[in-house]
């Protein structure tokens, strides 16, 4: 069991650019969240899915952040037009239905300069 | 809005003595609460869970405590060890059975020192 596996560890963007971040969840978990840390605000909710379907959004940022979980095997979190305050560790967790423990990867660290 | 309150935000004891972190909530419906312990460059993991039944929780060094009535909940470590040194969060969530967000408590940066 690898755990939740999330690329890159590290991405540097420019103002303005494109930000796709990747999860990996755990196999056979069936939901995937993402939340992001940063010294300020701390761990903040942004998503979850459920067996693949959106179930809560009500973190995300309404404009340019999106996120998708087209298979059982992965998630995708993008950013459009990054800016400086959306440098962050984005982390990803995956729990096995019926379970509550939420299982996190290492994150990816966004830095937007 | 903040509904899970954090303190410390930092603490230093000393090998072998005890740690004691502290939380407290405002929603009600709140029924189960875990701890994660997060090292530097990795994600956080689960230390130790309580849920509204319950009002204490055992796991080796650690102990959970929970009290409904004043909404708080606390994480006791005996015999702190230099390897305990990590940032703690306390989380809280609606729902049994799994699946259900997770909302964080600010963290408190734990430091043993030898």
């Known amino acids: 069991n690898a755990g939740v596996i999330q690329t890159p560890r590290h991405k540097v963007t420019g103002k303005g650019q494109e930000a796709t971040l990747w999860c990996e969840p755990i196999s056979g978990h069936s939901a995937v969240f993402w939340y992001r840390q940063t010294i300020v605000q701390g761990l903040e909710f942004l998503t979850y899915?459920?067996?693949?379907?959106?179930?809560?959004d009500s973190g995300m940022p309404k404009e340019r952040f999106s996120a998708q979980m087209p298979n059982q095997s992965h998630s995708t979190l993008k950013i459009q037009s990054t800016q400086p305050q959306d440098s962050a560790v984005y982390l990803c967790?995956?729990?096995?239905?019926?379970?509550?423990?939420?299982?996190f990867g290492a994150g990816t660290r966004l830095s937007v300069l | 809005q903040q509904q899970v309150r954090q303190s410390p935000q930092s603490l230093t004891v000393w090998e072998g003595g005890t740690t004691v972190l502290t939380c407290s909530y405002e929603?009600?419906?709140?029924?189960?609460f875990p701890w994660y312990q997060q090292f530097p460059g990795e994600g956080p993991a689960l230390l130790i869970s309580?849920?509204?039944?319950?009002d204490k929780k055992e796991d080796g060094r650690f102990t959970t405590f929970f009290n409904k009535r004043e909404k708080k909940l606390s994480l006791h470590i005996i015999d702190s060890q230099p390897g305990d040194s990590a940032t703690y969060f306390c989380a809280a969530s609606v729902g049994q059975g799994g699946s259900a967000k997770l909302i964080f408590g600010e963290g408190t940066k734990l430091t043993v020192s030898s």
């Open positions: 899915f459920r067996n693949q379907a959106p179930i809560d």
């Open positions: 929603d009600s419906t709140f029924n189960y």
């Open positions: 967790a995956s729990s096995l239905g019926g379970e509550n423990t939420l299982y």
């Open positions: 309580i849920l509204s039944v319950s």
